[in-house]
C-alpha cells in the first residue's frame, strides 16, 4: 500500500458526460501528480499541483481539468468525453524533502461507451 | 523538458537468467534523480529502483541494481536471477528537482519470464 488513494477504483460511463476522479495524498506530500495511461501505453504526465497551485503542465487536453484543495486532496475533472479518453488515470504524490520519490495509487480505470 | 527513452520495447529472459533493461535520457541538470518502475498486469506501479544523480555508486536492491552511467546520461537495469512474477512492464523514469520534481517517464519495457 502506497498510501495514496484514489476513487473511484472502475467508473464507466457514456460519451457526453463528466466524471471526478479524487485523490488522496499520501500523508505529508505536498505534491500531487495527474497522469493517463491508455491501453498498452505508457504515462502521459497530464498535470502537476504543489500545495494547491498548478506548478507543471503536460499533455492535458483543454476538456480536462484539475485542482487541489487546502487539505491537499485533488481532483482530476473530465468532460465532454469521448470513447479515446478511456484510459487508467493514475494520481500519484512525492515528498518534498529527503528522497523525492513518488509513490502512485492503484489507479481509476475509466470507460467511456 | 526532459526526456526519457528506452530503446527496447519488449525483452525475454529464461526463469533464473539474468536481464538488462536500458533507459537513456537528456537533460542539462547535473542534480536529479533516477527510477525504475515495475508495472505487472494488475497495473499497480511499484517502485522497483531509484538513483540519486551525485551518488556514483550504483544503487542495489536484492536482484535489481543500476548501471548508472552520469556521462553518457545511461541508467540500465539489470534484473539477476530472473523469476515469474518479474514478468511485466518496467518503466525508467528522471525526476527534476530544480523544477518542482517534475518527473517523466519512458515509453517502457515489456519484460517476459520465460519458465
Known amino acids: 500500500d502506497s498510501g495514496v488513494t484514489q476513487t473511484p477504483k472502475h467508473l464507466i460511463t457514456a460519451t457526453g458526460q463528466r466524471v471526478t476522479l479524487r485523490c488522496s495524498p499520501r500523508?505529508?506530500?505536498?505534491?500531487v501528480y495527474w497522469y493517463q495511461q491508455s491501453l498498452d501505453q505508457g504515462l502521459q504526465f497530464l498535470i502537476q499541483?504543489?500545495?494547491?497551485?498548478?506548478?507543471a503542465k503536460g499533455n492535458i487536453l483543454e476538456r480536462f481539468s484539475a485542482q487541489q484543495f487546502p487539505d491537499l486532496h485533488s481532483e482530476l475533472n473530465l468532460s465532454s468525453l469521448e470513447l479515446g479518453d478511456s484510459a487508467l488515470y493514475f494520481c500519484?504524490?512525492?515528498?518534498?524533502?529527503?528522497?523525492?520519490?513518488?509513490?502512485f495509487g492503484e489507479g481509476s480505470w475509466l470507460t467511456v461507451v | 523538458a526532459q526526456t526519457v527513452t528506452q530503446s527496447q520495447p519488449e525483452m525475454s529472459v529464461q526463469e533464473a537468467e539474468t536481464v538488462t533493461l536500458s533507459c537513456t535520457y537528456d537533460?542539462?541538470?547535473?542534480?536529479?534523480?533516477l527510477f525504475w518502475y515495475k508495472q505487472p498486469p494488475s497495473r499497480q506501479m511499484i517502485l522497483v529502483i531509484r538513483?540519486?544523480?551525485?551518488?556514483?555508486q550504483n544503487a542495489t536492491e536484492n536482484r535489481f541494481s543500476v548501471n548508472f552511467q552520469k556521462a553518457a546520461k545511461s541508467f540500465s537495469l539489470k534484473i539477476s536471477d530472473s523469476q515469474l512474477g518479474d514478468t511485466a512492464m518496467y518503466f525508467c523514469a528522471f525526476m527534476n528537482p530544480q523544477v518542482n520534481n517534475d518527473m517523466r517517464f519512458g515509453a517502457g519495457t515489456r519484460l517476459t519470464v520465460k519458465p
Open positions: 500519484a504524490s512525492s515528498e518534498t524533502t529527503g528522497k523525492n520519490t513518488i509513490y
Open positions: 538513483q540519486e544523480a551525485y551518488k556514483q
Open positions: 499541483y504543489y500545495n494547491g497551485e498548478e506548478r
Open positions: 500523508s505529508g506530500d505536498l505534491s
Open positions: 537533460t542539462s541538470e547535473s542534480n536529479y534523480y
